[in-house]
């Protein structure tokens, strides 16, 4: 069965600092692949999505991912982070089979210190 | 573009009682999805329709939980005799056509049950 795992349930970065959110998948065949980041009692945003092709991904803000087959691995990146982003970071796995829905990962809560 | 809209924000309720959440997706898309958002479990999918009609509804609590879409401008999700364990932020999304896409989410109702 398809699934995520987020190993890591909080990481603190000093700002300006690089940020590493790791994402590990378990899915047979060719995964979609999505970041979702949750502020404050506010719903999820879609920060990058990515669908088979160039393994490296762009999202908003800064944020990227890196898709590897061989790790099995969906790990998201910035290179430099702000106190705004400090928030709860969801990876979500889905196929392109429409009847499936996006399995989460239980969520990386990122505290941001000066 | 209002978003996708969920109501009420807070309910509160006594055991036993039932609960009615209301969900309106953004207007063109038609899949929408429920799930249930809490510390323990994380994000839980509850069930799925598109175009109004039920396409998975595997994560439902078969007894209590039941989910309807009358049409394509809102969904309702209602649990009857709720639970002290039924708290949760009741999470509402939609996407354009498919859950290979984008999910795109409500604020959430947070319901307690006392």
């Known amino acids: 069965a398809q699934s995520v795992t987020q190993p890591d349930a909080r990481v603190t970065v000093s700002e300006g600092a690089s940020l590493q959110l790791r994402c590990k998948y378990s899915?047979?065949?060719?995964?979609?692949l999505f970041w979702y980041v949750q502020y404050p009692r506010q719903g999820l945003q879609l920060l990058l999505k990515y669908y088979p092709g160039d393994p490296v991904v762009q999202g908003v803000n800064g944020f990227e991912a890196e898709f590897s087959k061989s790790n099995s691995s969906f790990h998201l990146r910035k290179a430099s982070v702000h106190w705004s982003d400090w928030a709860v970071y969801f990876c979500?796995?889905?196929?392109?089979?429409?009847?499936?829905?996006?399995?989460f990962g239980t969520g990386t809560k990122l505290q941001v210190v000066p | 573009n209002a978003g996708v809209i969920q109501t009420p924000r807070h309910k509160v309720t006594g055991k036993g009682q039932e609960a009615t959440l209301w969900c309106e997706p953004i207007?063109?898309?038609?899949?929408v999805f429920w799930y249930r958002q809490t510390i323990v479990q994380g994000l839980e999918f509850l069930t799925y329709f598109r175009n109004q009609a039920p396409i998975d509804d595997s994560g439902m609590p078969k007894e209590r939980f039941s989910a309807q879409m009358p049409n394509q401008s809102h969904s309702t999700l209602k649990i009857q005799s709720t639970q002290p364990q039924d708290s949760a932020v009741y999470l509402c999304a939609s996407s354009l056509a498919s859950s290979a896409e984008t999910l795109y989410f409500g604020s959430g109702t947070r319901l307690t049950v006392l």
């Open positions: 207007s063109g898309h038609s899949a």
């Open positions: 899915y047979f065949g060719t995964p979609y």
């Open positions: 979500a796995v889905n196929s392109a089979n429409s009847g499936t829905y996006q399995r």
